[in-house]
Each structure stands twice: as C-alpha cells, then as structure tokens.
C-alpha cells in the first residue's frame, strides 16, 4: 500500500490485536523502545561513530541505560527495541555489559536485565518509526495487546511509570477513547538547547487539543465552542512544554500505524488526529501529562549535541533523580561523589595542581596532568589530558588523548581522538572517532569533522552526498594553506582522510552536527562557510577577524551562556545561570533603590538556599553585578569606587575567609575578559586597588590568588592586573625588611641594655 493510502476502517489483517474487552490481563508489561535513527542518511552520530544514537554517552553512560534502568523500575517485564540491522551488533555489544544473553540466534535476540526480557527486533528497509511499529503489529509473539509503553528516540527520563500506567488504566476503564497519554515537561530552561512546544488542553480533564512546535501560542486558532464533541467553557495554551518523548499507548494504536501510512512517528499520529478533526470524529482523546523542569522526575529528548549537553547537566545535578550519577548503571561502573558536584570513576589520576569544577565526572583510568582545568565535562574511559589543558562543558569520550596547552569549549569529541599540543577546539565543534589534529591546530566554531572511512561505512552513504562541503585529501588540500601559515609553522594537517558537513543541511536530522542553525547564525555560515571545513583551519591571527558583534550575533548565547565564567557554567547549567541572573537582579534593585544592607543580605540569603549555592558564588555574583552597575555611571572607576563606599559590606558579608575572596578576584577577570573595551583592562590595577583599600580582599589573599593557577582564558586579564599584585607584593617585602630592622634594633637596645645593667652590677 502506498504511503498516504489508508485501508477501509472494517477491513482486517492478519494478526491484528483483539479489541479492549479480550485482553489478557496477565499479560506482562511491555515497553517499545526507538533506539535506531530509521531515516537513511540522518544519523550523524552514527557517522561519526559507527554506533546508533541511542549510545550516545550522557555523563558516560549510553542514553539506552537510563532508558533501561527508568522502564526496569516502572515494573515493565519485556522490553523490545526497534534496531535497524546496521546497528544490532553494536546495541548487542552494548547490552553484554548490562544484562546477559538468552537467546542469541534469529530472528527474536534477546537479553535478560534483572528480570526483565530485552528483544531486540530487526529490520532492514524501515523508512520510519512508523514503518517498525507496522511491522511489529504484525508479529503475534511480540505485538503489544495491553496498555503498553513507547519511548521515543533519545529520551531521557525517570518518570514513574508505574504511577503513569495506573492512572492511564484509571481512565481507559471509564473511557475506553482514551488512547494516549503523552507526557510534557512544564518549564524550558535557560541554555536553549530544547525547543518549546506550543500546546492547548483542557484544564479540567487535561485532554491535549492542540500540539504545535511552529506556532507562537497566540496565533493558535481553535474553536472553544464545541471541541471534540464537547462543550468547553475554558481552555488552557502554553508555550512552556517540552515532549519527554514518553508515551502510554492503548494496543489501538498499533492499528491506527496499520492502516495509516502518513504516520511516520507518534507525534504524527498526534498531530494527524488533532489538527484533522479524526480525534473528533472517532472519539479518540489524548491526556497531557505534566511534569515540572524543576523537580525529580523529569526528563528531556536528546536531539542533538547540545540537548546532550543538557541532558547531561540535568543528571549531574539531579533532576534525574531517581537516576543519579552515583547510581551503577552499569555494572562495575560505579561514581563516587567528590567534593564541587565532581564524580569519579575507580583508578582514576588527577594532578593536585589541576582544578576539577562544578558537574564533572571522570571515567575509569582517566588521567588528569599538572596545572590542568576541567569543568561541567564528560571524560570518559581511558581519556588523557595532558599539562595546562582547559575543558570546559564538553564531552570528551573514551580513549581520547588530550596533549598540553590544548584548550575545548563546549565541544564533542568521540572516541580515540587525539588533540595535539596546543590545539583549540571551539565551540559547538564535533570531531568523529579517530580524528587526530596537528599541533597548533585551531578548529573553527561549529566545525563537523569526519573520517572519510566512517562515511564510507554509513549505510545510504549517497544521500549524505548533498551535505558534503568537500571530501579531500586534507594533506594535499593543505599544501597551498602551509604556505601562508606564519614563523610559527602552525599550518594544520591530519593524519586520516576527513570530510567536512555542512551543518546546515542536516539541522533537521538526530543529532545532526551541533544543530548548526542554532549554534552559528546563517549569516556567520555565509560569511565563513569556508572556514568551517578542516582544510582552511584558522590561525590564531585570524581569530581575531571576529568582533564581539560577529561573535554575538553568530553563537546563540542562550545556548551557551557565560562562557567566561570561571566556574564553567558554559553549557546548561540552568540554576546557576539563573542564580547569577537573580543575583545580578537583586543587587541592581538594591543599589537604585537604595535598600538597606541588612534586608539585601537576607534577599542574597534566601537565594543561596533556595539554589544550593556557596558563599564564594554569591560573593562572586554580587560583587560581578556591582561591577556591571557600574559601567552605567559616567566614569567607571569613579561609580565603583561610590559603589564600594556604601555596598563594600554585602560583599564582605559573604566574602568573610580566604576562599570566597577569592572567588571576587575572579568575577574581576571574568568581568575583564567579557568587556571588549580596552579601557578596563587598564583599570584593572584599580579595581583590586579598590578592593585593597575598602579592605574586600586583604594583601594575603590577593597574594596567595596571584600564585594559584589561573585559567588560560582569564591569564589575559591577570595579566592586567599584574602591576597592582606586583607592587603588592614589593610592599610586602619592604614591611618584612622593616620589620626585620626593627627586629635588630629590639635585639641592638635590648644587648645595650644588658651591657648597661651588667656594667652597674659590677
């Protein structure tokens, strides 16, 4: 039957499901999990790697796990995954490390995990999810016929399923028209790495009338009169949900895919029903479940890199729960909990001079070397990194090799890679298994790199033909680009034949680049659609061709927010950004609004204990907001130094010990290195002068920051600041030697004085 073609609604096939009143209720709970991209040509991830993008690794563990581990605690009892022939051996593979085999020939391969059967069904020439599902619907030993769970490709949840079914049950035995409950999280959060939907529902029996990922909310039309056969005098639309990606669906649903071949997911089926006027028509309903972004027991949909990046955040700080870093997802693969939010594998080495910050988690055997900064990053199994590396809101997975002085931002980097002494990786880049850059290397922001060899292995290789901006040898393409590379002999090469995406062809596709259209404007890929490719990699010289404008405008900040901050709150992390937002907020207020320290304190109070945060990141935030305060003021040194008179308490309030007085000194180089104008740079010995003076941070707490490691992104600001800690540090030497003299002088009295009383005793 041709795709669009719909059978006559009393005609049968063979195998179809009884209808309600003849399910066997002792049938065991069953989920249908989507764990292969089906359309042809739309997997980078697969490109990139040889493995489907279920295994693509959150905080080091394959998305496929968690989904495993959240349907194995929601009672479900079998478990099928819809796997594309391409990718069984690589899910089988992965499955040996969680569960063990039962049944390891034709057609049916399955695995037990805990007590639970995992049937992995293949198919060769599906097209779509739609396509799986039909052909599972015919299969009697693996066709759902109860109430029966679907998880769509890349969610990441940990809803209780258990609850979910029961209430769907609930409301399938009053009404047997309620076919689907389809879960939503309430709230998008900050880093724009998911797309918010536009819904309509009723409020009183929360059935979904309306899904739109297009449409603002109010250019929404639909009848409020009369709605799916029912008088409605209220309806509620928002413009805040994210699909989970999560749905119960009643065994008709397998014959609405039967007879319906424009259905090519679940949410086709979903819109199809409601924007069609079928749901209307046939009675069918759909309930809308909501759960918050702010609570246990969310969720979210792995689209791309970045979503990725998110998913990861929200597992590092828990709104996964009960899924938690700490928790064995795969057996011997355990994390303990450290000190800053840092997880870490067994056997794992780090330098006691590199830093670990905020939401990192190191796999087995990774080894960390002198002077180094990792922060909000994935490091999987075996990863090296070398002396004076920065890595910041990037996943970095097994077996890579980091070399010295290397610097990644808000980059993936897939397994056995290796990036060469002083390379740098910029943001939102993806290099695909194997990549080994040169030294010197300098990757473009939004770069796609991939081995030639992967692409050759991609199955329906032809259609990616019209993505490719070259396919090269990038060895001989770079022997004209040698030729202008500087002294420093930085020309970059490869040692594997690499192509080049065109990330914007592929931005609809699972996990298609970096979501380019996101991450890098179309404008930035007019202009510098050539320095995207591996060939024409930028000389650090040419870095500086990119203005703040162009750099603005071209990386959507709301992706990655901050990304100078020396916590690393590049990628994400969603209460801290808020929480520096709210603190930035309530310090300005105060300031124009002349509150009074003491009820400031309590507002800055409330806010550490509502976001978990430390004293050193509201002393960090607050004195970040007077700083920003004060480049309203006509002359900036001259409005810091009235704001210090009257505001230097709050700061020291929260800044009472060495620690967070240095977390200050930092929010003064991030505030360095994210204003463009010169002129603050050569105020920096000012302001820590005028931290000195209004006794913020006292001499040793300059001095001992001065000697520990400062991140290479700020060292440019440090180094600002260097006239201020160097005279600070002479006029330390000049008091030692003083107080030495005075010392003598003591000694020289107190012998004269004896001299003096001997010479009387005599």
């Not at 935030?621 to 308490?649: D, K, T, V």
Request: charged share 30%.
């Amino acid at each position: 039957m041709a795709k669009g073609e719909r059978r006559p609604s009393g005609s049968k096939a063979s195998g179809g499901p009884p209808s309600i009143g003849h399910q066997s209720e002792d049938e065991p709970l069953r989920a249908v999990v989507v764990v292969s991209q089906m359309t042809p040509g739309a997997d980078a991830y697969s490109t990139l790697t040889g493995q489907p993008a279920a295994l693509l690794p959150v905080a080091n563990v394959p998305i496929l796990f968690f989904q495993l581990e959240t349907l194995l605690r929601g009672g479900v009892q079998e478990c099928i995954l819809l796997v594309v022939r391409d990718d069984s051996t690589a899910v089988q593979s992965a499955l040996s490390n969680v569960a063990s085999a039962v049944q390891d020939e034709k057609p049916n391969r399955s695995f037990s995990m805990r007590g639970m059967t995992i049937t992995i069904f293949e198919g060769s020439d599906w097209h779509s999810e739609g396509d799986a599902l039909r052909e599972l619907e015919t299969r009697d030993d693996l066709r759902p016929r109860q109430d029966f769970v679907l998880v769509s490709l890349g969610a990441v949840f940990s809803l209780d399923l258990s609850t979910l079914l029961r209430e769907h049950r609930a409301r399938r035995a009053s009404d047997k028209n309620w076919l689907l409950t389809t879960a939503f999280r309430r709230g998008v959060r900050r880093d724009g790495a998911t797309r918010p939907l536009c819904i309509v529902f009723d409020p009183d029996d929360f059935q979904l009338l309306k899904y739109d990922d297009g449409e603002r909310a109010d250019s929404i039309k639909i009848e409020l009169a009369s709605t799916f056969g029912k008088s409605r005098e209220r309806l509620c639309a928002i413009a805040d949900a994210v699909d989970i990606g999560v749905d119960i669906c009643g065994p008709e649903i397998m014959v609405e895919f039967r007879e319906n071949f424009d259905f090519d997911e679940i949410r086709d089926y979903v819109r199809g029903k409601l924007d069609s006027g079928d749901g209307e028509v046939l009675g069918n309903r759909i309930y809308a479940h909501f759960t918050s972004a702010h609570a246990p027991g969310s969720g979210t949909v792995v689209t791309d890199f970045g979503s990725a990046l998110s998913a990861q955040n929200d597992f590092m700080q828990r709104w996964l729960y009960p899924l938690v870093p700490e928790l064995e997802l795969i057996p011997g693969q355990r994390c303990i909990r450290h000190r800053n939010s840092v997880y870490k594998e067994g056997s794992v080495k780090v330098d006691p001079s590199s830093r670990l910050v905020a939401d990192t988690v190191l796999g087995a055997d990774v080894e960390v070397r002198a002077h180094s900064y990792v922060s909000k990053s994935a490091l999987g199994k075996g990863v090296v990194v070398g002396c004076r590396v920065e890595i910041r809101s990037s996943i970095l997975m097994d077996g890579v090799t980091v070399e010295d002085d290397a610097w990644i931002e808000c980059a993936v980097v897939c397994k056995n890679c290796v990036i060469s002494k002083g390379c740098k990786i910029g943001k939102g880049s993806v290099l695909g298994s194997g990549i080994v850059l040169e030294p010197g290397a300098v990757i473009a922001p939004g770069s796609f790199l991939v081995r030639e060899d992967m692409l050759e292995k991609k199955r329906e290789v032809e259609d990616l033909g019209s993505t490719l901006l070259s396919d090269v040898d990038v060895n001989e393409s770079l022997s004209a680009d040698s030729q202008k590379a500087d002294s420093r002999g930085q020309e970059v090469t490869a040692r594997e034949k690499v192509c080049a995406l065109a990330p914007d062809d592929v931005r609809d596709s699972i996990l298609a680049c970096t979501q380019f259209a996101k991450w890098v404007s179309p404008e930035m890929v007019a202009k510098q659609s050539d320095r995207c490719l591996l060939r024409n990699i930028l000389e650090p010289e040419d870095l500086e061709e990119y203005s703040d404008e162009e750099v603005e405008s071209g990386v959507d900040l709301q992706s990655f927010p901050n990304l100078a901050d020396t916590e690393g709150n590049g990628v994400v992390m969603s209460s801290a950004n808020t929480f520096a937002s709210e603190i930035l907020d309530t310090v300005t207020r105060a300031i124009r609004e002349g509150h009074d320290i003491e009820n400031s304190v309590l507002e800055v109070n409330s806010l550490k204990l509502v976001y978990d945060r430390s004293f050193a990141d509201c002393a960090r935030e607050i004195f970040a907001a007077i700083l920003r305060e004060a480049r309203s003021g006509r002359s900036f040194l001259e409005e810091l130094n009235r704001l210090l008179q009257g505001w230097s308490a709050l700061v020291v309030r929260f800044a009472p010990r060495e620690t967070e007085q240095s977390e200050v000194l930092m929010a003064v180089l991030c505030f360095l290195s994210e204003s463009a104008n010169a002129a603050y740079l050569k105020a920096a010995p000012t302001i820590l002068k005028l931290l000195y003076d209004h006794e913020i941070v006292p001499e040793d707490a300059i001095l001992d920051w001065a000697d520990g490691n400062i991140p290479g992104a700020l060292r440019e600001a440090f180094k600002a600041c260097s006239p201020f800690v160097e005279w600070l540090a002479e006029a330390d030497e000049e008091d030692e030697e003083e107080e030495d003299e005075e010392e003598e002088d003591e000694d020289d009295d107190e012998n004269d004085h004896a001299n003096v009383r001997a010479l009387s005793a005599e």
